[in-house]
Structure formats: structure tokens, C-alpha cells
């Protein structure tokens, strides 16, 4: 392996746009009164119309 860079990485320039902050931190979530009361199709990955469930 060699420690030389490749001609692409010698002539990448960094974007005006990109920084070395870090990232925020995730804001708190209160699961009782941040989350939808009825099942949610994204979670459990399950739909229901008419009392008959299916997924994908």
C-alpha cells in the first residue's frame, strides 16, 4: 500500500460550503408527547384499511 495520494485526490479542492464543525446535536424527544398516538406505517412498517393489515 502506498501513502502517496492519486493524482485526483492531489487536485481536489475543498468546497467553499463545507466546514469542520461538528454536527449539531439531536434535539430531546419526549416519546409521549413528540409521538403520534395511533400505530404509524413507517415504524411498524404495516397499513390498515377496515381492520385488515398488510405491509409491503
Do not use: C
Not at 8 to 35: G, I, R
Amino acid at each position: 500500500m502506498t501513502k502517496q495520494k492519486s493524482k485526483a485526490a492531489k487536485d481536489f479542492k475543498k468546497p467553499a460550503h463545507w466546514t469542520n464543525d461538528p454536527p449539531p446535536k439531536p434535539k430531546a424527544v419526549d416519546p409521549l408527547k413528540d409521538e403520534p398516538r395511533e400505530i404509524s406505517p413507517t415504524r411498524y412498517g404495516d397499513w390498515e384499511k377496515d381492520g385488515i393489515a398488510w405491509d409491503f
